[in-house]
């Protein structure tokens, strides 16, 4: 019996520290775009970090998986809802989140970057 309980409470804590990362950039690393971009990027991002990795389907940014919202847009300081394929590992990028933790709009901050965290508020 005493087995079964502890895997019980493995299982909550490793569902927990799971919803840390997931929830953790949305909530508490808002950060705002650099002076350079220009007028159709968003004033703050959700978070900005590194790409990891890229698939169709989702990210790892800043070491923190995401995947993308049904209809997510790519952006760069040259093109509006551009695609996907633009964006490559080793850029840092804005990232706008939507409700679900899923991500909504994706921003090239042409940056390469070799630091692949996640970038705080100030």
């Not at 079964?4 to 299982?11: E, S």
């Not at 949305?26 to 900005?48: R, V």
């Not at 964006?87 to 991500?103: A, D, Q, W």
Request: hydrophobic share 40%; aromatic share 8%; with cysteine.
């Amino acid at each position: 019996m005493r087995h079964m309980r502890f895997n019980h409470t493995g299982l909550l804590i490793g569902w927990m520290a799971l919803l840390t990362v997931i929830i953790w950039p949305a909530d508490g690393l808002a950060a705002e775009k650099p002076a350079n971009m220009p007028g159709h990027y968003p004033p703050k991002f959700s978070f900005t970090g590194c790409i990891q990795k890229i698939t169709s389907q989702q990210a790892v940014i800043g070491d923190v998986l995401l995947k993308f919202a049904p209809a997510a847009t790519f952006n760069t300081p040259k093109e509006q809802d551009t695609s996907r394929s633009r964006f490559r590992v080793g850029r840092m990028v804005g990232v706008m989140l939507n409700s679900k933790h899923m991500i909504e709009s994706l921003w090239d901050l042409e940056k390469e970057c070799n630091d692949r965290r996640v970038t705080p508020s100030k």
